[in-house]
T-cell receptor, first 109, second 114 residues
């Protein structure tokens, strides 16, 4: 069964420190993985998807099939990065996404 | 232009009432969704519609009934509201094909049942 695990509910880092938000997945086949972000009281929005292999707002994520991980990283955290981050992968149904439970990132000034 | 819009933004009502939340998207997408985000920020899919037809119906009480009058709209009607229904409800849409998993979310409707 498809499953996404985000082990940290809350991650606090100081401004300028590196950030790594963990995501592990369980999926049969070749997964397509996503990171979505939700800033305070705003809508959920796509941050990046592994297939495009791009860096958005300084964030990158590499799919590691051996470790079944898709960790989100940023070398230097900024205060505006404070938000809820959700890892997601395709669910059982057509175009269904299964989301992890989310990690709240808090960047301390 | 707002891509996915929801009304109302806030909804406060009493237990036992019936209420509706409306969702509209102007992206020309074929697939629309309803998600529930609880107080712990867990995000869970409730329903998915493709071209006005229901394709996903997760374990949701039958007090919740989605209605899709056309491809651009997916409304959520809730009967006999309960305290546990308090949450933020998000509508989303996506386009089929390779980009099918990139979903565009509405701003959310914060429902409070007292």
């Amino acid at each position: 069964a498809q499953r996404v695990t985000q082990p940290e509910k809350l991650l606090s880092v100081f401004k300028g420190a590196p950030v790594e938000l963990k995501c592990n997945y369980s999926y049969s086949g070749s997964p397509e993985l996503f990171w979505y972000v939700q800033y305070s009281r705003q809508r959920l929005q796509l941050l990046l998807r592994h297939i495009s292999r791009e860096s958005i707002k300084g964030f990158t994520a590499d799919l590691n099939k051996g470790e079944t991980s898709f960790h989100l990283k940023k070398p230097f955290a900024q205060e505006e990065d404070s938000a809820m981050y959700y890892c997601a992968l395709p669910g059982a149904g057509s175009y269904q996404l299964t989301f992890g439970k989310g990690t709240k990132l808090s960047v301390i000034p | 232009d707002t891509a996915v819009s929801q009304t109302p933004k806030y909804l406060v009502t009493q237990m036992g009432n019936d209420k509706s939340i409306k969702c509209e998207q102007n992206l020309g997408h074929d697939t629309m969704y309803w998600y529930k985000q609880d107080s712990k920020k867990f995000l869970k899919i409730m329903f998915s519609y493709n071209n006005k037809e229901l394709i996903i119906n997760e374990t949701v009480p039958n007090r919740f009934s989605p209605k899709s009058p056309d491809k651009a709209h997916l409304n959520l009607h809730i009967n006999s509201l309960e305290l546990g229904d308090s949450a933020v409800y998000f509508c989303a849409s996506s386009h089929p094909g390779l980009a099918g998993y990139e979903q565009y979310f509405g701003p959310g409707t914060r429902l409070t049942v007292t």
